[in-house]
């Protein structure tokens, strides 16, 4: 089992940061796009190499966030049409989310077989969420679902906080 650490900073315009392993040491970089359409996030290795690329669809009606693991669709995160409380899907073949997603606390099983599970670390400067892979051949999936979900809430604290 590998545990993974990914913590934002609070006041990054660029949606820059790292990361990393129980040493501290950088292991993937997550950079956002700023002022471009549309909106995306790449994840890469030390080496350079683009892991995943997160994009929110353009001109629709509700968010729509497709996620490409090594150049392969392989989910989609998509906001539902509801009243009150905001819920989102996670569409991936064999791939299912259990738990709370929206706080981040949360297994990721595939196939009903726990492959890693995520938690956010509370009373930290920023967000900082710790990702546990038990499945190493997942390793690029799971740290994908936590940017992605991460990203779609960002979407709705903006999108909330200019309804206002």
Sequence with gaps: MNTLYMKQKVFSLRGRFTIKDADEHDIYFVEGSFMKLPKSFTISDTSGREITTITKKTFSFLPTFYVDVEGEETL??????????????????????DGNWWDMDFEVKQDGHVIGSVQKKWLTWG???????????????????VVAIDCVKADQAASSSAAT
């Design 127 to 145: 967000d900082t969420y710790e990702i546990r892979v038990v499945d190493d051949a997942m390793e690029h999936l799971l740290i994908s679902i």
């Design 76 to 97: 989609t995160i998509s906001k539902e049409f509801t009243f009150f409380k905001p819920r989102y899907t996670i569409d991936a073949a064999g791939i299912e989310v």
